[in-house]
């Protein structure tokens, strides 16, 4: 009797439950970012990694305002998968921060998933690596390479004089792909000056 009464307990309150909250995937906001979206930006480029290959790189914004709004970049290859993506804080991006309105950030995106006079947008130009020397000899701007790339693999790419896609992933740093062993993939991260 006490079983019977437990179940019939059991499915009165489970009846009574409110209904679990909906699951919905934000493809372009990152985990805990806000609902409403006072600042939706949204830009995209073609960046051509080869003759036969190209990428796609998208760029949108998600917050309540542009000030506190998230930035999602996303790479796609030709056939829409996924080859890179990655959110970032807009404020902590130098090219993003401080953008004012929709149309402001909308401009500032287009600027960094194609930065203009892109000063390293070819593999060939990386600096040398010295054998024996910790990193490659940039005076300008350092790079350094990803982990796992090696100075033999960082020569082969830098005489490949390959295209190479950079963009801004903080204040200070910049982060470079580019297509190795037929998948793209980080080649390193570049630094610039305070």
């Known amino acids: 009797m006490r079983v019977v009464l437990a179940a019939i307990l059991m499915s009165v309150l489970a009846a009574c439950a409110p209904p679990a909250p909906e699951q919905r995937e934000q493809a372009t906001a990152p985990e805990g970012a806000v609902a409403a979206n006072g600042c939706a930006a949204q830009v ?3 960046w051509a990694a080869s003759a036969q290959r190209s990428f796609i790189v998208e760029a949108v914004t998600t917050g309540e305002t542009c000030a506190d709004s998230w930035a999602t970049i996303t790479i796609r290859d030709e056939s829409g998968a996924v080859a890179h993506v990655s959110n970032y804080a807009a404020s902590s991006i130098r090219t993003l921060s401080g953008a004012e309105s929709i149309e402001d950030m909308q401009r500032r995106l287009g600027e960094w998933i194609t930065p203009a006079g892109a000063s390293m947008d070819s593999t ?3 600096a040398a690596w010295v054998e024996g020397a910790a990193a490659p000899s940039f005076v300008d701007v350092p790079f350094q390479p990803a982990q796992g790339i090696t100075l033999a ?3 082969t790419l830098r005489a490949a004089d390959a295209p190479m896609y950079c963009y801004e992933q903080s204040m200070e740093s910049g982060i470079c792909f580019a297509v190795r ?3 793209l993939g980080v080649i390193g991260v ?3 000056a305070g």
């Open 190 to 192: 570049q630094t610039y």
């Open 181 to 183: 062993d037929g998948a």
């Open 153 to 155: 693999q960082y020569e």
């Open 124 to 126: 060939g130009d990386l």
């Open 44 to 46: 995209s480029a073609m």
